[in-house]
């Protein structure tokens, strides 16, 4: 069974910091792309960053570039989102997960985890 | 960037009928979408991939068709359990997520 844990979530001054983490089970968890998708509260899906399985080509939404950093660790079936200088407009719930195949382009999503609350609020 | 316009915002309808949802594509992307359901409360859920494969576990009732910049979404007939908001999702060039559809049970 595939199975996506999240954590990392939680309440952060603007400006600020988090590192998110989820760890993968249940699947070959090199063997695919994996991305980050976020929903705001009350609001819809915005996807955030994607990595391929190799861990060798990342790609993010023009709202997140140059602030998040996706990255995976295919040893310790993680897969990590750095997000450095908060803003109030990154209060979501993100959500990791898993593509149905290994790269990002041409890919969906195939199976979510529950999501981690990020607030951003002084 | 790639735009996706889904419509209605808001359906509401009765028990066993048919409901279609529509998801626009601000350039062609092939058949380069998917279809998710999410529960209130809940994580999405994959129903369509590649506009009209059928997920598997996923009820038949659920359709998806559509290519270029058109799309369809149907429940052949509305169940309780449908209840959610569904989203499109094009994956042509990099990916975007239409705004969404509620579903409501009258």
């Known amino acids: 069974e595939v199975q996506l844990l999240e954590s990392g979530g939680g309440l952060v001054q603007p400006g600020g910091s988090l590192r998110l983490s989820c760890v993968a089970s249940?699947?070959?968890?090199?063997?695919?792309?994996m991305t980050w998708v976020r929903q705001a509260p009350g609001e819809g899906l915005e996807w955030v960053s994607g990595?391929?399985?190799?861990?060798?080509?990342?790609y993010y939404a023009d709202s997140v570039k140059g602030r998040f950093t996706i990255s995976r660790d295919n040893s310790k079936n993680t897969l990590y989102l750095q997000m450095n200088s908060l803003r109030a407009e990154d209060t979501a719930v993100y959500y990791c997960?898993?593509?149905?195949?290994?790269?990002?382009?041409?890919?969906?999503?195939?199976?979510w985890g529950q999501g981690t609350l990020v607030t951003v609020s002084s | 960037d790639i735009q996706m316009t889904q419509s209605p915002s808001t359906l509401s309808a009765s028990v066993g009928d048919r409901v279609t949802i529509t998801c626009r594509a601000s350039?062609?992307?092939?058949?380069?979408l998917a279809w998710y359901q999410q529960k209130p409360g809940q994580a999405p859920n994959l129903l369509i991939y590649?506009?009209?494969n059928l997920e598997s576990g996923v009820p038949s009732r659920f359709s998806g068709s559509g290519s270029g910049t058109e799309f369809t979404l149907s429940i052949s007939s509305l169940q309780p359990d449908d209840l959610a908001t569904y989203y499109c999702?094009?994956?042509?060039?990099?990916?975007?997520f239409g705004q969404g559809t509620k579903v409501e049970i009258k």
């Open positions: 350039q062609s992307i092939g058949n380069w």
């Open positions: 990595i391929s399985g190799s861990r060798s080509n990342t």
């Open positions: 249940g699947f070959s968890f090199g063997s695919y792309g």
């Open positions: 997960a898993k593509g149905a195949h290994y790269n990002f382009y041409s890919n969906y999503v195939d199976y």
């Open positions: 590649t506009a009209s």
């Open positions: 999702q094009q994956y042509s060039s990099s990916w975007t």
